[in-house]
């Protein structure tokens, strides 16, 4: 009889060498998608995998037949190290799942500062500026105490700063560091100078490059890494692409508070640096920001509002109009009163005087631009407004640190509103910045107390980067066990 003509149960099977020669180039690709699949899975339960493709329990290839029947020690599953846990415990694991996202605490404290300390009536000034001075120490005692983890971090576990970075959410959040740094910065100047610190200014200034470096490499590095190592979609997009752009535009607005203490002290030609320095910054910045709220605002009508998770990041777009805004119109007063100065000052040089005409200009097309930057902003507080109503009405919400963008963004829009009615001498700005600075402060309070509640019981240090990390590197770091 044929054997092709015997029974199915005792047809002879092909060799896997005759399944492979004849397999079609089609099906190869499959079979080893389903290998790697296979691989993969292995690995999560803790099993190693031979060059061969064998997997193997606790033991090496070529083990010896006396050897392969004793107990075997399994290797703990990557799923239960404490680094993928679902609360951090221990200050190690908490320094290992630090994340650039803390930095967004000490960007809402530090605006919490500059917006006491900008309360248009003078009688406020004595107690909201005490206020504020002590909002600013314990925000420099944040940013300390974060900085000192977050080089630790990578200083202990260097792949996990490479797997940040190749991270399409975590990377984002570096452009909170300088940003963080920066509002530091203005606070130092004007606070120092309001209680007689002699130095403060110069620290300051010091400080203000600093950030500005550091602008410039979130600015410029963090978006080529988005083109070349992300992977995003359209629906996945959200208003966090904002962070890394908008550090610059915050550097610029701290640099016309800079100048005009500069200029108060005949500093003019540093001064005139940092006016030309801010204007780049902020074109950087700015220009940048308003093609992504575009591209944002195609996101929201095509794949509509981001999960509840996600949904306070609607309230990001408020930044870079409201600083960008604030920029342009106190970088256009500075030019004003500058730019006559400097020309005074320098009689024979032609440039000068032909720049001392410029004044008028800069300062109409910044109070222009800062109107409609206002106008958009208001905009995009109501599209926030209600889409976080929306979701969080009458609902159970878990706190997480994106709660911080309620903050911030928020704060950067009232200090455009300050500027217009600095200008203007409108009562109308003036009460509707007083009104925004207090709901600014109670957003604070709301957000901090969770902050703080969530940093010790260990709940706020996800890290989803970290599952990026070799198997092998995960087992040698505390908690996991090193492979034989």
């Known amino acids: 009889m044929a054997a092709s003509e015997l029974p199915a149960a005792t047809a002879p099977a092909p060799s896997a060498a005759a399944h492979t020669s004849t397999a079609s180039p089609a099906e190869r690709p499959v079979e080893r998608t389903v290998t790697e699949q296979s691989a993969t899975a292995t690995l999560a339960r803790g099993v190693s995998i031979s060059e061969d493709g064998a997997a193997k329990e606790g033991r090496s290839v070529g083990s010896s037949p006396s050897t392969q029947g004793a107990p075997v020690m399994r290797r703990p599953s990557l799923?239960?190290?404490?680094?993928?846990?679902?609360?951090?415990?221990?200050?190690?694991?908490?320094?290992?799942?630090?994340?650039?996202?803390?930095?967004?605490?000490?960007?809402?404290?530090?605006?919490?500062?500059?917006?006491?300390?900008?309360?248009?009536?003078?009688?406020?000034?004595?107690?909201?500026?005490?206020?504020g001075a002590a909002f600013l120490v314990f925000d420099m005692?944040?940013?300390?105490?974060?900085?000192?983890?977050?080089?630790?971090?990578?200083?202990?576990?260097?792949?996990?700063?490479?797997?940040?970075?190749?991270?399409?959410?975590?990377?984002?959040?570096?452009?909170?560091?300088?940003?963080?740094?920066?509002?530091?910065?203005?606070?130092?100047?004007?606070?120092?100078?309001?209680?007689?610190?002699?130095?403060?200014?110069?620290?300051?200034?010091?400080?203000?490059?600093?950030?500005?470096?550091?602008?410039?490499?979130?600015?410029f590095g963090v978006p080529f890494i988005m083109f070349t190592k992300h992977n995003h979609t359209a629906e996945a997009l959200t208003a966090a692409w904002l962070l890394p752009v908008v550090p610059p535009i915050t550097i610029a607005a701290v640099g016309s508070s800079l100048c005009r203490l500069l200029i108060e002290r005949d500093r003019l030609d540093y001064a005139f640096t940092i006016l030309v320095a801010s204007y780049v910054m902020n074109g950087v910045g700015l220009l940048i920001a308003c093609g992504l709220m575009v591209i944002y605002f195609q996101r929201l009508a095509v794949h509509h509002l981001p999960p509840r998770e996600l949904i306070v990041s609607t309230f990001l777009p408020l930044g870079p109009c409201g600083q960008g805004g604030f920029a342009l119109i106190e970088l256009g007063r500075i030019a004003l009163d500058l730019l006559p100065k400097l020309a005074a000052l320098h009689p024979h040089r032609t440039e000068m005087q032909e720049l001392s005409q410029l004044g008028p200009a800069l300062l109409g097309s910044g109070l222009m631009s800062g109107m409609l930057l206002w106008g958009l902003g208001i905009w995009w507080m109501f599209v926030a407004v209600v889409s976080v109503g929306s979701h969080y009405i009458g609902k159970t919400v878990a706190f997480n640190m994106g709660w911080w963008a309620f903050t911030f963004p928020l704060g950067s829009l009232n200090l455009l509103t300050y500027s217009l009615g600095n200008l203007f001498n409108s009562m109308f700005f003036n009460v509707v910045g007083a009104m925004m600075t207090f709901c600014v402060v109670a957003l604070w309070t709301i957000v901090f107390i969770p902050t703080v509640t969530g940093f010790f019981r260990g709940t706020l240090f996800p890290a989803p980067c970290l599952a990026a990390l070799p198997p092998a590197y995960v087992d040698r770091l505390p908690g996991g066990q090193t492979p034989p």
Do not use: C
């Open 141 to 219: 005692g944040l940013f300390v105490a974060f900085t000192i983890i977050s080089i630790t971090r990578y200083a202990l576990f260097p792949k996990i700063f490479l797997v940040m970075l190749a991270h399409e959410t975590h990377s984002l959040f570096l452009g909170t560091i300088p940003m963080g740094f920066v509002t530091i910065t203005s606070g130092i100047a004007r606070t120092g100078t309001e209680y007689g610190i002699e130095k403060a200014l110069d620290g300051a200034l010091v400080m203000w490059w600093i950030a500005l470096v550091m602008s410039v490499f979130t600015a």
């Open 79 to 131: 799923s239960q190290h404490p680094l993928f846990a679902a609360k951090a415990r221990g200050l190690r694991t908490r320094i290992m799942r630090f994340t650039p996202s803390w930095f967004s605490v000490t960007m809402g404290t530090g605006i919490v500062n500059t917006l006491l300390f900008d309360l248009p009536w003078e009688a406020t000034h004595p107690a909201f500026r005490g206020i």
